[in-house]
């Protein structure tokens, strides 16, 4: 079975950090890029951050360069999302996803999604 399990999500004040986790099984994780989405209500679902497969290339929205770090570890089958200086617009479900042949920032493209995890910023 192919899961993706983000967990990490949680409240926070603005200016704080949280760390979200994504662990994956069920599929050949070294051979997917990773993206982390997120969704607020009444918005479409955007893209945050992805990272290759094996090579550490990564990409990041303009609203979180600076303060996001991607990363992951393909003998954990994890990924990572560091949030630091949060802010109240960061409020939104976040999802991991993960594809092959390469990062994309096109959703659609996507194979496999996890749940979601809540981060709410508060000021």
């Known amino acids: 079975e192919v899961q993706l399990q983000a967990s990490g999500g949680g409240s926070v004040q603005a200016g704080g950090s949280l760390r979200l986790s994504c662990v994956a099984s069920g599929f050949s994780f070294d051979e997917y890029a990773i993206g982390w989405f997120r969704q607020a209500p009444g918005k479409d679902r955007e893209v945050v951050s992805c990272?290759?497969?094996?090579?550490?290339?990564?990409y990041y929205a303009d609203s979180v360069r600076g303060r996001y770090t991607i990363s992951r570890d393909n003998a954990k089958n994890a990924a990572y999302l560091q949030m630091n200086s949060l802010k109240s617009e960061d409020t939104a479900v976040y999802y991991c996803a993960a594809r092959q042949g390469g990062i994309q920032f096109r959703r659609e493209t996507y194979n496999y999604w996890g749940q979601g995890t809540q981060v709410t910023v508060s000021s």
């Open positions: 990272i290759s497969e094996t090579d550490g290339t990564t």
